[in-house]
């Protein structure tokens, strides 16, 4: 079988879309061959990058993204274990702290001394002392004040000074009402706790 016979067997083989294809193609001129050439390349190199990208660079991103994720979180622990050493020197401080502590220390006759310094221990009408259950090695201890008739800067002296104290006290509830017959005058109840070595 010659040269031209096989072209001619394989023309007639071939399916209607190849013939006509291979007809287009052999109508172009050599200018829009070459353009076709390029648009093919191009093509091909799209599908190429495109492959690489999705082989190569897709994984490196996530992989990144897992990194920066993790950085991230390392952060987080850093500082959240600098916050637990912060908190344990502040434990140990105050532990020391309580440990100074006088062992007689009577939070009845401290609070009398505080009324004295901002001059409201007239208007004290009620202490009441109590002993609440110990935590471990402490002990604490609440009185129950009321004090009648007092205005509202002398109350505020007595309070700061309470919450400023270099004993270990809480003042747990404070209420507040205006006397009904003058304005300009309060009335407090409050309960005040101390915590002391058992």
Do not use: C
Not at 13 to 25: C, D, E, K, N, Q
Not at 40 to 47: C, D, I, N
């Amino acid at each position: 079988m010659t040269r031209s016979r096989l072209k001619e067997a394989l023309a007639r083989s071939a399916s209607p879309s190849l013939r006509r294809f291979r007809l287009a193609w052999e109508r172009l001129t050599e200018r829009e061959r070459r353009l076709v050439h390029l648009l093919a390349t191009l093509l091909a190199g799209l599908a190429l990058w495109t492959g690489v990208d999705s082989l190569f660079w897709d994984p490196y991103m996530a992989k990144r993204g897992e990194i920066e994720a993790l950085k991230s979180e390392m952060l987080k622990v850093e500082g959240l274990s600098q916050e637990i050493q912060s908190t344990r020197a502040l434990i140990n401080a105050q532990t020391q702290r309580l440990g100074r502590e006088e062992r007689g220390f009577s939070l009845i006759a401290y609070l009398e001394e505080e009324a004295d310094h901002a001059h409201i221990r007239e208007q004290v009408t009620r202490m009441t002392p109590r002993n609440l259950p110990s935590e471990g090695a402490y002990r604490i201890g609440m009185v129950s004040m009321r004090i009648d008739s007092v205005d509202l800067p002398r109350a505020i002296f007595f309070l700061a000074r309470l919450e400023r104290s270099p004993h270990f006290i809480r003042i747990t509830r404070l209420s507040m009402k205006r006397r009904f017959n003058d304005h300009s005058k309060l009335d407090l109840q409050i309960d005040v706790e101390a915590v002391q070595p058992a």
